[in-house]
Nanobody, 122 residues
Framework: QVQLVESGGGLVQAGGSLRLSCAAS????????MGWFRQAPAKEREFVAS????????YYADSVKGRFTISRDNAKNTVYLQMNSLKPEDTAVYYC???????????????WGQGTQVTVSS
């Protein structure tokens, strides 16, 4: 089991930037794939980005490609989501999650953080 704690959310104007952090703890953290998901009010949770902890392979949702960057710091057991050129439609609760074998589907991720609110004003 992996424990995850997100931080870094907040209120930002359209066009601005935020960096989310996800601190992971537990055994064999480096064997997991880490993902960022988001959920807006009255919408389903959706995939944003994921990264293979050991080799650093990354995947992105089309809606965030070129604007968001997922990365990890092995020494700190922390995964980041750098969000640039934010849009009002990026407003959501952002969740960090860990998976043994999934890349995109929320159902494949067994460990979840508590979420952090990101609000982008127009």
């Amino acid at each position: 089991q992996v424990q995850l704690v997100e931080s870094g959310g907040g209120l930002v104007q359209a066009g601005g930037s935020l960096r989310l952090s996800c601190a992971a703890s537990g055994r064999t953290v480096s064997s997991y794939r880490m993902g960022w998901f988001r959920q807006a009010p009255a919408k389903e949770r959706e995939f944003v980005a994921s990264i293979e902890w050991s080799v650093g392979s990354t995947y992105y949702a089309d809606s965030v490609k070129g604007r968001f960057t997922i990365s990890r710091d092995n020494a700190k057991n922390t995964v980041y989501l750098q969000m640039n050129s934010l849009k009002p439609e990026d407003t959501a609760v952002y969740y960090c999650a860990a998976s043994r074998n999934g890349w995109f589907a929320p159902a494949d991720f067994r460990s979840w953080g508590q979420g952090t609110q990101v609000t982008v004003s127009s």
